[in-house]
């Protein structure tokens, strides 16, 4: 049973039943349930109405306004209803939990396996907080043995959606294993990679995705705005970008950690700005990339004060493990890490430093002038030793990985671990007092 028969409805209903399920599109529209009952799709998308003409002949799928009377024996019911914004903004989940009810009042006299699978587009813990409470209320039976819950997320473009349907970047799965595993064999004709995840994490990819796809059409096009005016073929330059698959369009740089710095991205970011603003351009998303990045930074700095304070605040040491802005380098020029070291110390903290790649006396040029600046007491808190760096530390702020790091962590068991890579282990994520920066 496939609920709602919008743009991710429709073709959902219909490539399933085209691939061998036989699927019954439920929709409250009678314009839309008439529509697709006389073979016609209820939405304009390239190549769907041969596909609906096809499902329809055959019988694999037909379309109701109510399910109530079919669903006591169906396998799977599938949500794709709209998830609207409301005025203020959230989600409406209105017609969400009417179908859920809906779903649950139907179920609730069968003892038949049942999953139901949320398309629709959610708030991370709307499944386990809205849709789990409303189908075991309404259906009054329990979620987890013959009645499962799963989300799964649909990455469709309208103009394009039955080709985005059968050739999807992955197929995206959170729930229980035999959720799991329901959804796998509903969509195994499927020719690509399943990523079975968390539900909350399910629901979040989506967002993150539809977040990112906005990101790349402002950026774009608040570059071209500028470029327009420096005569610059902004196509062009936008071709040649987007065939860097090793920096540009890749995960390069999508990883949740700490802020961006170093010699070349704060400078070149504000160079741009620059330029902008002596050409009378506003570039407001740009623009916010640097606020956003030193937000960060006293984010970091006030979570460890906070954590500090949390312990009685006696104990004022702070380790904090990696001072260059990259690992395997020694280049502290614009590091966030400098910056969160200055913010401590200026807060009265008693910082010690260690980093196995910066050596003060190495350093020269630029980079021997931004700390001689920034933290010009730098030879008194540097420590040659991880170990003794974090020695008697009420906070250990990690932002370089390694082995030796790892362990020399795991030795001190500081109570508090503040993880600004995300790469340090099991071993370290099991600590008491584990915090990951982003997660």
Same mark, same amino acid.
């Given at each position: 049973?496939?609920?709602?028969?919008?743009? %991710?409805? @429709?073709?959902?209903?219909?490539?399933?039943?085209?691939?061998?399920?036989?699927?019954?599109?439920?929709?409250?529209?009678?314009?839309?349930?008439?529509? *697709?009952?006389?073979?016609?799709?209820?939405?304009?998308?390239?190549?769907?109405?041969?596909?609906?003409? =096809?499902?329809?002949?055959?019988?694999?799928?037909?379309?109701?306004?109510?399910?109530?009377?079919?669903?006591?024996?169906?396998?799977?019911?599938? +949500?794709?209803?709209?998830?609207?914004?409301?005025?203020?903004?959230?989600? =409406?989940?209105?017609?969400?939990?009417?179908?859920?009810?809906?779903?649950?009042?139907?179920?609730?006299?069968?003892?038949?396996?049942?999953?139901?699978?949320?398309?629709?587009?959610?708030?991370?813990?709307?499944?386990?907080?809205?849709? %789990?409470?409303?189908?075991?209320?309404?259906?009054?039976?329990?979620?987890?043995?013959?009645?499962?819950?799963?989300?799964?997320?649909?990455?469709?473009?309208?103009? @394009?959606?039955?080709?985005?349907?059968?050739?999807?970047?992955?197929?995206?799965?959170?729930?229980?294993?035999?959720?799991?595993?329901?959804?796998?064999?509903?969509?195994?004709?499927?020719?690509?990679?399943?990523?079975?995840?968390?539900?909350?994490?399910?629901?979040?990819?989506?967002?993150?995705?539809?977040?990112?796809?906005?990101?790349?059409?402002?950026?774009?096009?608040?570059? !071209?705005?500028?470029?327009?005016? *420096?005569?610059?073929?902004?196509?062009?330059?936008? =071709?040649?970008?987007?065939?860097?698959?090793? *920096?540009? /369009?890749?995960?390069? $740089?999508?990883?949740?950690?700490?802020?961006?710095?170093?010699?070349?991205?704060?400078?070149?970011?504000?160079?741009?700005?620059?330029?902008?603003?002596?050409?009378?351009?506003?570039?407001? /998303?740009?623009?916010? /990339?640097?606020?956003?990045?030193?937000?960060?930074?006293?984010?970091?700095?006030?979570?460890?004060?906070?954590?500090?304070?949390?312990?009685?605040?006696?104990?004022?040491?702070?380790?904090?493990?990696?001072?260059?802005?990259?690992?395997?380098?020694?280049?502290?020029?614009?590091?966030?890490?400098?910056?969160?070291?200055?913010?401590?110390?200026?807060?009265?903290? &008693?910082?010690?430093?260690?980093?196995?790649? #910066?050596?003060?006396?190495?350093?020269?040029?630029?980079? *021997?002038?931004? /700390?001689?600046?920034?933290?010009?007491?730098?030879?008194?808190?540097? $420590?040659?030793?991880?170990?003794?760096?974090? &020695?008697? !530390?009420? +906070?250990?702020?990690?932002?370089?990985?390694?082995?030796?790091?790892?362990?020399?962590?795991?030795?001190?068991?500081?109570?508090?671990?503040? &993880?600004?890579?995300?790469?340090?282990?099991?071993? #370290?994520?099991?600590?008491?007092?584990?915090?990951? %920066?982003?997660?």
């Amino acid at each position: 049973m496939v609920f709602g028969l919008g743009y %991710v409805g @429709s073709v959902t209903a219909t490539c399933l039943a085209v691939r061998g399920h036989r699927v019954v599109g439920v929709d409250p529209d009678r314009v839309k349930v008439a529509a *697709l009952g006389a073979g016609r799709p209820p939405v304009i998308e390239p190549g769907l109405d041969e596909l609906v003409a =096809d499902a329809i002949g055959t019988g694999a799928l037909t379309a109701v306004g109510s399910a109530h009377d079919r669903l006591a024996h169906a396998d799977v019911s599938i +949500v794709c209803v709209g998830t609207p914004s409301a005025p203020n903004g959230s989600t =409406d989940l209105r017609q969400l939990t009417r179908v859920i009810s809906e779903i649950g009042s139907a179920l609730g006299g069968s003892d038949h396996p049942h999953t139901v699978v949320i398309r629709s587009t959610v708030p991370p813990g709307t499944v386990e907080d809205v849709v %789990v409470s409303q189908l075991e209320l309404s259906s009054g039976r329990g979620v987890g043995t013959d009645l499962q819950v799963a989300m799964c997320p649909e990455f469709l473009r309208e103009g @394009s959606s039955v080709a985005d349907f059968f050739h999807p970047p992955f197929l995206v799965v959170g729930g229980s294993s035999a959720a799991v595993a329901t959804v796998r064999e509903l969509f195994g004709f499927l020719d690509c990679a399943v990523h079975a995840v968390s539900i909350r994490s399910a629901e979040s990819i989506k967002f993150a995705g539809n977040a990112f796809h906005a990101l790349k059409v402002a950026f774009t096009n608040e570059l !071209a705005r500028l470029y327009r005016t *420096l005569d610059v073929d902004s196509r062009q330059v936008m =071709d040649v970008f987007v065939r860097d698959r090793q *920096l540009n /369009v890749s995960p390069a $740089y999508l990883r949740p950690g700490f802020a961006f710095g170093g010699s070349c991205l704060p400078k070149d970011l504000r160079g741009l700005l620059h330029l902008a603003r002596m050409n009378c351009v506003d570039l407001p /998303v740009l623009d916010a /990339v640097l606020v956003s990045n030193d937000m960060l930074v006293r984010d970091v700095a006030e979570r460890i004060l906070r954590g500090v304070d949390a312990r009685g605040g006696e104990n004022r040491r702070v380790a904090l493990i990696g001072l260059a802005f990259k690992q395997q380098t020694d280049d502290l020029r614009e590091s966030p890490n400098v910056a969160l070291a200055e913010i401590l110390i200026g807060k009265g903290l &008693d910082v010690r430093i260690h980093d196995p790649v #910066v050596n003060p006396t190495r350093l020269s040029g630029a980079n *021997l002038r931004h /700390v001689q600046k920034r933290l010009p007491h730098l030879h008194r808190v540097l $420590y040659d030793d991880v170990a003794e760096a974090l &020695d008697g !530390a009420a +906070v250990a702020v990690v932002g370089s990985t390694g082995p030796d790091v790892a362990a020399a962590v795991v030795a001190a068991r500081p109570p508090l671990v503040l &993880d600004l890579d995300g790469r340090l282990g099991a071993e #370290v994520e099991c600590l008491a007092g584990y915090e990951g %920066v982003g997660w």
